[in-house]
C-alpha cells in the first residue's frame, strides 16, 4: 500500500506536467493558426481589389467590342478580326485567387462553412468565365475572316454574356472584400 502512495505522488506531477504541455501546445497551434489565416484574409483582400481593378478595365472593352459588332453588324466589308480590331481587341481580365488556393490546399478546416461557401463560389465563378472567354476564343479564331450577319450577333451575344459574368464575379468581389474587411 505504502509504494502505491508514493506511485501517485510521482505519478500526478507527470501527469500535470503532460496535461499543461498539452494545453499550451493546443494553444499556441491555435495561435499559428489564426495568424495564418490572417496572413491568407489580408493576401486575400489584396488580391481581390487587384481582380476588381482587372474586371473593372475589362468590362468597358468587352462593351466597345459588342457595340462595335452592333454598329457592323450589317457591314459585309468588315470582318470579325476588323471589327475586333476596331474595338481594341479582346481584353480577358486576371483574376488572382492564388491565397484562397493555399487555403483550400493546406487548411481548409480552418475556415467556417459559410465563408468556405463563399469563396468556393468565386472560383466557381473564376472558372465559368475562363470556360466562356476559352470558348469565344474558339469562336472567334474559327471565324476570323467571316462578315456574315448571324456570325457578328453570335459573337455579340457571346461579348454581352462575358460582361455580364465579369459584372457579377467583381459584385461577388466586392461583397468578399466588404465582409473581410468589416471583420478586421
Avoid: C
Wanted: proline share 2%; charged share 35%; hydrophobic share 40%.
Amino acid at each position: 500500500m505504502k509504494h502505491i502512495g508514493q506511485f501517485v505522488r510521482e505519478i500526478i506531477p507527470v501527469i500535470t506536467g503532460i496535461l499543461i504541455a498539452l494545453f499550451i501546445n493546443d494553444w499556441n497551434d491555435k495561435r499559428k493558426d489564426k495568424a495564418y489565416l490572417d496572413r491568407m484574409f489580408s493576401s486575400m483582400q489584396q488580391e481581390f481589389e487587384e481582380s476588381i481593378g482587372e474586371i473593372e478595365r475589362a468590362i468597358p472593352r468587352q462593351k466597345a467590342f459588342a457595340d462595335s459588332l452592333g454598329v457592323d453588324l450589317d457591314n459585309d466589308e468588315l470582318n470579325l478580326y476588323d471589327i475586333m480590331m476596331k474595338a481594341g481587341g479582346i481584353y480577358t481580365p486576371a483574376i488572382k485567387t492564388n491565397s484562397w488556393n493555399a487555403i483550400a490546399n493546406s487548411k481548409i478546416e480552418l475556415i467556417e462553412y459559410d465563408r468556405l461557401s463563399e469563396l468556393a463560389g468565386i472560383e466557381e465563378w473564376k472558372e465559368n468565365l475562363h470556360m466562356r472567354n476559352d470558348r469565344l476564343m474558339d469562336f472567334l479564331f474559327a471565324n476570323f475572316e467571316e462578315t456574315d450577319r448571324a456570325k457578328k450577333k453570335m459573337l455579340r451575344m457571346m461579348i454581352q454574356d462575358i460582361a455580364r459574368s465579369e459584372a457579377r464575379l467583381k459584385s461577388n468581389f466586392e461583397e468578399l472584400l466588404q465582409e473581410l474587411k468589416n471583420e478586421e
